[in-house]
């Protein structure tokens, strides 16, 4: 009788745990935004903070290399493609909380911020700021973390 109760009482907890990891994960929010193919980025939204992670992310566990933490009620960032250079995106934005980049295999994330002239040169027309003076070698995701959106230089919005 006791083991029989005992095999009952392992299998309430094997289920209990099944359950109270699935409720974890569904209660992390992760969105995938594509301009094209091979320039996707990942949004996961987790109760230690935000990854914004290059490609599409689909590991459990938070990523060691190449990504973007940031807090949840961030208001939102940049993220810059060059169409004749996929290796590497600039991020644009003053309150993310760091940039890994320690795989050199994978896309490197440029920091705006920290050379806002040069990459304004780089990423503009001579015209100006604004979407609408974005060289056309220049493809541009805004990205809104706290409501989980995202819109194309060209005007396309994510849900």
């Not at 309430?12 to 929010?29: N, P, R, T």
Request: charged residues 25%.
């Amino acid at each position: 009788m006791q083991k029989r109760l005992k095999k009952i009482l392992i299998k309430l907890i094997i289920i209990a745990l099944c359950v109270g990891c699935l409720i974890f994960y569904l209660f992390q929010k992760r969105n995938y935004y594509c301009l094209a193919e091979d320039k996707c980025i990942t949004v996961w939204k987790t109760a230690e903070g935000t990854f914004i992670i290059p490609g599409k992310y689909t590991s459990w566990f938070k990523p060691k290399d190449n990504y973007i933490k940031t807090y949840n009620l961030n208001e939102g960032l940049g993220i810059y493609w060059f169409n004749n250079n996929p290796e590497e995106i600039v991020v644009d934005s003053y309150n993310y909380c760091s940039i890994v980049n320690n795989n050199k295999s994978k896309i490197k994330m440029l920091e705006y911020n920290k050379n806002p002239k040069y990459f304004k040169n780089l990423l503009y027309d001579a015209d100006g700021l604004g979407d609408f003076h974005l060289k056309r070698t220049v493809s541009k995701l805004s990205i809104n973390i706290k409501e989980l959106y995202a819109i194309t230089n060209d005007g396309r919005i994510f849900n």
